[in-house]
């Protein structure tokens, strides 16, 4: 069974003011699955929905967002959740931070600046399981820092002391002290320069390493999923468009948008004029007919515009959504 | 390369803030005895990189006229710009060196429609004397970046897409027709399948109009893409500086070894190098006030000398290290 199922999943934003009714379709039919012990990224540009996708399967979401349709359905080995009809204070004690946590992009907003690191994890720690004895909870704290490699001081320190990498990595001990089965990592090392930003990620490799559990790393970055991700799925306005192992996304990418992404990414070593992608991400206020990359796409046909591809199932757990790929197979 | 004959020249700047409070407090050296050259006969683009915190921005800052340098000077085409006290001379200068920002969101006012800023660049810059007579320049600017007037007329900076809005701020440094364009991280705001549009762009600008560009960035692989020559900063030095295959393909200095290494590489198959596990500094801030070479603490190299004086720069397979690794090669 997979950790993770999510079946066409439909989330819009909807709004209504002076009569006028809006609707922002962020997630638009997305299914996936997320196994055990594995690093799933997300890649995709800013407004593709992942954020909002992430909301829904946290059980983050708050109006004007909604569910429209569609299924997500934990399985924690114990016990399985329907996250769409979890009673909200059943989700509180006994599955968020136990067994989702959340590492955000600048971790200023989880660390209060008033209250040093150590009252933080206390705040986290009582809130979700309660602190029977203080002394223990101390030590536990303390080991568990020195075990992810940070020295134990830090809990004695503001946020505003430590660096920004430091202060990325306080919130990953932070969100693993009760060893969660998912990791949700969203733009974790976005602001940060670039060693930093390695060992950041390397510090979340060894904890998925060590203690198995599944981690959702979703950013725009395709060059940190070719290094950390172990399957990789391409965003494109609300969809899912592709999905791979990260070497065959990689290597041999089947739709033409992720074609471009990669294609276009510089890289040290190389001088080759790269071609950038014409048009803009769209609106999804109003997003195109059929297939949504049509407009940018430069092997758009007909049936593009009107036909919205079925997602299809190629060797080795490749996943596209494409005309030319359906017919290619075909 | 003789100061006189350069189009922008950068001697011994030295730009150091008061921190702390003012009884007990210290110097901290944001750019720390930079100097660099750009030719102006031959327009290049010249990549200034560090990580943040590198005194990139504090560098930009001084090239632009907002910050006098505590000592050295700089000298754009000939004139040191210590001597710019009147309005005309200010106008001049900022009509010869144009910037262009990191966040076009910031940059163009939410309430102004963005043709406005065009238009007051162009009649600021004495290029025409009335809206009517700026059109055609302000049209001409835009084509140059891949729009047009009509794409942009009453448009406010919420209408247009984070690509388009930076191309309008590379379209408006571009209406006073400058001999410099500063560009600090011009595309860290923008998205990826975008990204190399504005990138380009800075190449024709460069090959087509003869303009020199000074891109600031914390992107190697960009910087690798677009410049002729980098210069990597670190706690206010420049560490090392050369042609950017040269600096980048066979990295000298230690810290650029280990800048270099980090990027990720967009491939899936160089992942263990990358993997490979690295300290990090705790407390990163203090670098600023190490006496001798600010990387002395996390260098795999170090020497006792390190830690005494500051290196001196070495020339060495066509680039300048700052490092006494190489000062045996130099002789």
Redesign the interface.
């Known amino acids: 069974m997979p950790l993770l199922q999510i079946e066409d999943l439909r989330a819009y934003y909807r709004t209504e003011v002076y009569g006028i009714s809006r609707s922002v379709r962020a997630v638009d039919g997305v299914s996936m699955e997320l196994y055990n012990n594995e690093i799933y990224g997300i890649a995709g540009e800013s407004s593709c929905g992942k954020t909002t996708l992430i909301k829904v399967i946290s059980g983050t979401l708050k109006p004007p967002l909604r569910v429209e349709s569609g299924r997500v359905h934990y399985d924690f080995g114990a016990f399985e959740v329907d996250m769409l009809t979890i009673d909200p204070e059943e989700l509180r004690q006994t599955v968020r931070w136990k067994e989702i946590s959340y590492v955000m992009q600048g971790s200023m907003s989880v660390l209060n600046p008033v209250r040093k690191i150590i009252r933080t994890f206390e705040d986290i720690v009582r809130t979700h399981q309660g602190i029977p004895n203080k002394k223990l909870f101390l030590e536990q704290t303390q080991e568990h820092v020195r075990r992810l490699g940070l020295p134990p001081d830090v809990l004695n320190l503001y946020p505003h002391q430590l660096s920004g990498g430091m202060r990325q990595r306080v919130a990953i001990a932070l969100a693993t002290v009760f060893h969660p089965s998912l990791i949700i990592a969203d733009e974790p090392t976005t602001a940060l320069d670039v060693v930093v930003q390695r060992g950041v990620l390397q510090m979340l490799k060894d904890i998925q390493a060590e203690s198995q559990n599944t981690v959702l790393l979703v950013t725009h970055d395709l060059a940190v999923h070719a290094n950390v991700a172990d399957r990789v799925g391409i965003m494109y306005a609300g969809r899912i468009v592709e999905e791979a192992p990260t070497q065959i996304i990689f290597n041999a990418p089947r739709h033409p948008y992720t074609e471009h992404l990669i294609r276009s990414l510089p890289t040290i070593g190389d001088k080759s004029v790269k071609a950038s992608l014409g048009g803009a991400p769209p609106n999804l206020a109003n997003p195109p007919s059929g297939c949504r990359f049509h407009p940018r796409c430069p092997l758009a046909m007909d049936r593009c515009r009107t036909e919205t591809p079925e997602m299809i199932t190629l060797s080795h757990h490749h996943r596209v959504a494409c005309h030319l790929v359906t017919e290619a197979e075909a | 390369m003789s100061a006189s004959g350069a189009l922008l020249h950068v001697d011994h700047v030295t730009v150091s803030f008061h921190i702390g409070s003012f009884i007990a407090g210290g110097r901290l050296m944001a750019v720390n005895d930079v100097s660099f050259s750009l030719d102006a006969d031959r327009p290049e683009i010249f990549a200034i990189a560090g ?2 915190g590198s005194g990139k921005t504090t560098l930009a800052r001084v090239l632009l006229h907002d910050l006098d340098p505590t000592q050295g000077k700089v000298l754009f085409e000939g004139r040191d710009l210590a001597t710019i006290k009147s309005r005309r001379d200010a106008m001049e200068f900022m009509r010869k060196v144009q910037p262009v920002f990191q966040n076009p969101f910031e940059t163009f006012s939410p309430l102004r429609r963005v043709e406005d800023y065009l238009f007051e660049t162009a009649i600021q810059f004495g290029r025409a004397k009335n809206r009517r007579d700026a059109a055609p320049i302000v049209d001409e600017a835009l084509r140059l970046v891949g729009l047009s007037l009509d794409e942009v007329r009453q448009r406010y900076p919420h209408e247009l ?4 809005i930076q191309r309008v701020s590379v379209a408006r440094a571009l209406i006073p027709k400058p001999h410099l364009i500063l560009a600090d991280e011009p595309v860290s705001m923008v ?7 504005i ?2 762009l800075f190449k024709k600008l460069r090959d087509e109009q003869k303009v020199s560009v000074i891109y600031i960035t ?1 992107d ?3 910087a ?2 677009i410049s002729d020559r980098i210069a990597i900063m670190l706690r206010g030095y420049v560490v090392e500086s050369g042609p950017v ?1 040269k600096v ?2 066979n990295p000298l200095h230690p810290y650029t070894q ?3 290494e ?7 198959s ?2 263990e190098q ?2 490979k ?2 300290e ?6 203090k670098e600023y006030g190490r006496i001798g070479c600010k990387y002395a603490g996390r260098c795999p190299h170090v020497m006792d000398v390190c830690k005494q004086t500051d290196p001196p720069d070495v020339e060495v397979e066509g680039r300048t290290v700052k490092c006494y690794l190489y000062l045996d090669d130099a002789r």
């Open positions: 990580e943040s897409s984070g690509g388009q998205d990826a399948s975008l990204r190399m549009a990138v380009n914390h190697l692989a960009t690798y893409y295959e980048l393909d280990l800048l270099q980090s990027v990720p590489r967009p491939t899936a160089e992942r990358w993997a596990h690295i990090l500094g705790t407390m990163e801030v």
